[in-house]
C-alpha cells in the first residue's frame, strides 16, 4: 500500500493497460477525422464520447 492507503502500481501492471489505451486510439482516430470531415456530427459526437 502506498500513501493514504492506496495501491501502488508498477511498470508491468500499468503497461497493459497503456497498450490497450494506445491500440484502440488507433482504429478511433482516423474515424473520427473522417466524421469531422464529412460534417457527420452525429457520428462525431458519437465516436467522441467514448
Request: charged share 25%.
Amino acid at each position: 500500500m502506498g500513501p493514504a492507503g492506496l495501491t501502488v502500481r508498477t511498470h508491468g501492471e500499468a503497461d497493459p493497460a497503456r497498450q490497450a489505451l494506445a491500440n484502440h486510439s488507433r482504429v478511433l482516430l482516423p474515424r473520427i477525422t473522417e466524421a469531422y470531415e464529412a460534417q457527420d456530427v452525429d457520428l462525431f459526437r458519437e465516436l467522441t464520447a467514448e
